[in-house]
């Protein structure tokens, strides 16, 4: 059995994104390091085409580095070999990668990688019943898992990723394939450049358009109580940031009203722009009114806006109500998660707070 974890860097987002690394760990069932590379990508964007904020600040090899390899049509060969060559395929925020990768194949007219994926990053949510957004890093600490230095360097992150999964079978007892068996939702797939979890978020967002209880019009009635908030900061979101419906959208507003800020749709009247997990039009609108306009726009995450309004929020921007979700104690990892815990002497409470702790 071979599997793959890997993880991507973009070069720029704008009008779908340009890949620079293809970072990548091939280990046996045993979670045991068969290979591990990192293909550096001439993303082939001219100099104003780059996402400098990106350079400048997440990536983790200068312009020219990147300008003198192959690019992905180049690489595109190798890429699919080592993802048919392997049987089951993990990453953090994979969806996001699976995207990616489908903007280059179109780009370079391409045929589409197909497979079939698993999200560590859900895997752990599960693990820690929680629906908090996190990052690779901050799992980390979470599990007290010593990971290798360099974040954002593709390789680096695709092995810290597994050593994240390899803690959270270990803790449970379980073997790869239980683990996969105790956790089926976070099973995805990406086939002629549709992804599945994608696909399926889109439907239910198209099911609350329908609703008589339009946003538009519930929106309107929220502004009639915060009549000075045009004299506030505003806050914009991506437009990759799904909610399931429109009354989480609405209650999230709220959340902003009652903190002191406005909420907008338009990027150019913000002062914070809140970025999902992969680039959007109002992204490509958020580089333009930066770059172009050298306007001041902070650009935040939903952990960061989550500190900023003082609430929990989930990876779908929703508002995550009360300290801790109940577990649903009929679903099989809690009780794996249950069992190892009481042969160890330690309660499920006691779990979850050491985890919080971190």
Avoid at 14 to 23: A, D, P, Y
Wanted: proline share 2%; hydrophobic share 30%; glycine share 4%.
């Amino acid at each position: 059995m071979k599997i793959l974890f890997f993880d991507l860097e973009y070069a720029s987002s704008k009008n779908g994104c340009k890949i620079c690394e293809f970072g990548y760990v091939i280990t046996d069932e045993k979670l045991d390091v068969i290979e591990k590379n990192n293909l550096i990508i001439n993303p082939n964007l001219k100099n104003d085409e780059w996402d400098w904020r990106v350079l400048r600040t997440i990536l983790t090899r200068s312009k020219s580095e990147y300008e003198e390899r192959l690019t992905f049509r180049e690489y595109y060969p190798k890429i699919k070999s080592i993802i048919n060559s392997c049987d089951y395929i993990l990453g953090h925020s994979l969806f996001n990668d699976a995207k990616a990768l489908n903007d280059d194949c179109k780009r370079y007219n391409l045929p589409s990688l197909n497979f079939e994926f698993y999200d560590v990053k859900l895997f752990y949510q599960e693990y820690a019943n929680t629906k908090a957004e996190i990052s690779v890093n901050n799992i980390l600490k979470q599990l007290n898992v010593k990971g290798q230095q360099g974040e954002h360097d593709a390789e680096v992150d695709a092995y810290n990723t597994m050593l994240e999964f390899k803690k959270i079978i270990n803790n449970l007892g379980v073997s790869f394939i239980e683990m996969l068996e105790l956790c089926p939702n976070v099973k995805d797939k990406n086939e002629d450049f549709k992804i599945s979890s994608l696909q399926e978020k889109r439907k239910n967002i198209e099911k609350s358009s329908k609703n008589p209880k339009n946003f538009t019009k519930l929106l309107k009635n929220l502004y009639q109580n915060y009549p000075q908030r045009k004299n506030w900061k505003a806050i914009c979101f991506s437009d990759t940031i799904l909610e399931d419906d429109v009354e989480s959208r609405l209650k999230l507003i709220k959340a902003v009203f009652d903190s002191g800020f406005n909420y907008t749709q338009n990027v150019s009247l913000c002062s914070y722009y809140v970025a999902g997990e992969r680039a959007g039009k109002r992204d490509e609108s958020y580089n333009y009114n930066v770059e172009k306009n050298n306007m001041q726009i902070n650009k935040i995450t939903l952990s960061d806006l989550a500190k900023l309004l003082n609430i929990k929020l989930n990876e779908k921007g929703e508002i995550i109500e009360g300290n801790l979700p109940k577990y649903n104690e009929n679903s099989t990892i809690y009780l794996k998660l249950k069992e190892s815990l009481d042969k160890k002497g330690i309660s499920y409470e006691e779990f979850i707070n050491k985890l919080n702790d971190n």
